[in-house]
């Protein structure tokens, strides 16, 4: 099989040349007389071949609305190192265009990958139709399990409502003088499950406005339309548009969102998933079969998501956010509940600032 540049985007062209290649390099190689084998000496050894599976990742990054991915190639190669034994070796193959999605896993399938996992793009169509082609191969894609399914696939899910959840524990706890800008991002079905945790989790706030903003027009309108009077307020945007980004940060005291915007003001939070952990699970499934307990539902307790902090976020929004999370991968909050408990004013800040300050000096005596 050909080869791709690790981390390139692959197109049509770019399939059909590689065979072409293939082709080509076999009629030069075939000059009617086999070349005489070397026979090595008793001391000679040649390296043995990597134990464990051969992974490729298909990780789609155009053709529709994706999700925020951190340090791919990075965190694949430091996955294989971990998993001496059970990985032989990961590609990862990076497509610019979701078309291409479906002819390069039917490549790296064909080129005896024992695991493909694609991410992005027409994913489950995919894998399924090339289940049956390729039946020594197994495939993985994010998708909701169901019971159908080939027996060499598998549809992992994401808990998108418990990101959305910590996301809107963040947001109130980053509200201040003014409004703060939450973007869940733009693919819409798992955007849907991500709002609701968030809903959950800003019940209790003064003010949440929750709008879905298509364009720069309806995201200006929105925040424009704020009454000053009844801030602070947390504002909820749906789609992950870089201008839409611009005007929400312009306006907001901070603002969370997925971390592959790039704005004028940096985000306070950045969340993006692992794909390394989805790779993770999925090697787990095909090296332990009989294991029951394997999930198909991957949270923040198998280390899918990614919370980056910027500078100046204050302690206790690190703090809020950190244990949110951390319940959530002990199994013990649920996303879709709502929270109850108000969030601390700014009256009530300084109350405790002042009673800090008292056991300060109690602490150190006179």
């Known amino acids: 099989m050909g080869t791709h540049r690790r981390g390139a985007g692959v197109g049509r062209r770019a399939v059909a040349g590689l065979l072409a290649a293939a082709a080509v390099t076999a009629a030069c190689t075939d000059t009617g007389d086999p070349a005489p084998v070397p026979t090595p000496s008793p001391d000679e050894s040649s390296e043995p071949a990597p134990s464990g599976v ?35 070796r990961i590609r990862p193959v990076v497509i610019d265009e ?27 169509r995919t894998v399924l139709d090339l289940a049956d082609r390729f039946p020594a191969s197994r495939f993985c894609a994010l998708g909701a399990p169901r019971d159908d399914l080939p027996p060499n696939v598998d549809l992992l899910e994401l808990d998108h409502e418990a990101l959305g ?29 991500r709002r609701a945790g968030t ?60 971390a592959d915007l790039t704005t004028d003001v940096p985000a306070a939070i950045a969340w993006s998933v692992r794909v390394d952990a989805i790779v993770a699970a999925a090697v787990d499934r095909l090296v332990t079969p009989d294991d029951p307990d394997l999930p198909t539902r991957l949270g923040f307790g198998e280390g899918v998501f990614t919370l980056a902090f910027g500078e100046g976020v204050a302690d206790r929004v690190r ?44 602490d150190v005596g006179p």
């Open 199 to 258: 809903r959950a989790a800003l019940a209790a706030s003064p003010v949440v406005i929750d709008a879905a903003v298509e364009d720069v027009g309806d995201a200006t309108d929105l925040v424009t339309g704020l009454d000053e009077e009844v801030e602070p307020a947390v504002v909820v945007v749906d789609t992950a548009s870089t201008s839409v980004a611009d005007v929400v940060a312009a306006i907001a005291d901070a603002w969370i969102g997925p």
């Open 319 to 362: 703090d809020a956010t950190r244990i949110a999370a951390d319940e959530f991968a002990r199994g013990a909050r649920d996303p879709l509940r709502a929270v109850t408990r108000p969030r601390p004013t700014a009256d009530d800040d300084d109350d405790q600032d002042d009673q800090d300050d008292q056991d300060d000096q109690d």
């Open 54 to 88: 051969q992974v490729a990742v298909v990780l789609a990054t155009g053709g529709g609305p994706t999700l925020p991915t951190a340090d791919v190639e990075q965190r694949l190669a430091e996955l294989a190192a971990e998993r001496v034994g059970d990985i032989a």
């Open 98 to 124: 979701a078309d291409f999605v479906p002819d390069t896993a039917a490549l790296l399938a064909d080129g005896g990958a024992d695991l493909v996992c694609v991410i992005g793009g027409p994913a489950v």
């Open 165 to 193: 959840h910590v996301l809107g524990v963040a947001a109130a706890e980053l509200a201040g003088d003014r409004p703060v800008g939450l973007i869940l991002g733009g693919d819409s079905e798992d955007r849907t499950r």
